[in-house]
């Protein structure tokens, strides 16, 4: 527990919604963190009180400041933002979990790459395998490359004083965010961090647990694969991303329907058409509104 008046060295922004027992999976994580000093500020969408039970027997533990926004996952965190007191900040999902040393290993990095704004980890599935093939063994710092492939929210920490230069997330994007972007907030906040000339660095002993979110190409995913590409596009066009860049991210869902329909792999053809196709309609979504602000 951190003492009255003191300030905690680190702020997890946790938005909530339609969830209770990956909640308490999370909060039960940080109650075994090697290190005390830091806040939780629980971002509270739902129109209930399915949280009020959970929270209380939380707060003996745990510093705890619980705060209600309006649906969209952009919009809760920048709520969380605007309360926090901690010198590095932390976004972990309502579903994922820490290990224990996580927030020491955080701040250790930090101590050593005193250069860098931000440092981004990697997140693993339950059994320990890596979500994302784009994650490697070794540390480094992050390219412009990186902040597509590795720049997951619930895997980066930020300095204070950046989120306090570049501001908050673009609430037109994200999951909840009443438009059809559906994903690129974090991607986007990355890419701003890199243009006001702050450097991250990858570091892969930063771990943090997540439930694997496609298990199958059902019809589920598909329709997320469309709501996340959109996102995706969007941010690629927002940033006018160069050819090649924007080549890597159009061939590769194309390679990967065509893999699908050269393996009879049907669902699979259709969930990468549908990264494409989403990828494509987000670019012109942002080419449109673009022309629109001039």
Known sequence: MIEAGESPKLSLVVATVGRTAELVRLLDSLTKQTRSDFEVIIVDQNEDGRLDAIISSFMPRLTILRLRSARGLSRARNQGLRWC???????????????????????????????????????LDEEGAPLSRTFRDSSRWMSSLDLWLKGFSICVFLKAEVVSRIGYFDERLGVGAQTSWGSGEETDYLIRIANADYKGWYEPSCIVYHPRVVRAFDERAIERALSYGRGTGFVLRKHSVGLVMLLRFVLRPFGGVLLGIATLRWSKARFYWSVLRGRVEGWMDAEHEAANNI
């Open 85 to 123: 007191r901690g010198e590095i900040i932390g976004m972990p999902d309502d579903d994922c979990w820490y290990p224990p040393a996580l927030l020491q290993t955080v701040c250790d990095t930090f101590a050593i790459k005193s250069g860098c704004g931000y440092v981004v980890g990697q997140w």
